[in-house]
């Protein structure tokens, strides 16, 4: 990934976003299983 025209933004956000869409998929399919 170019860190030279995007900056990266904080590894903490990243885990952030990733686990709050995990969260949302597992939900969805839990919701979907049931």
């Known amino acids: 990934t170019p860190d ?3 900056p990266i ?3 903490t ?3 952030l976003m ?3 869409l995990l ?3 597992l939900v969805r399919r ?3 299983a049931v």
């Open 4 to 6: 030279v025209t995007v």
């Open 9 to 11: 933004p904080e590894p």
């Open 13 to 15: 956000n990243i885990a």
């Open 18 to 20: 990733f686990m709050g």
């Open 23 to 25: 969260g949302i998929t």
């Open 30 to 32: 839990s919701s979907r």
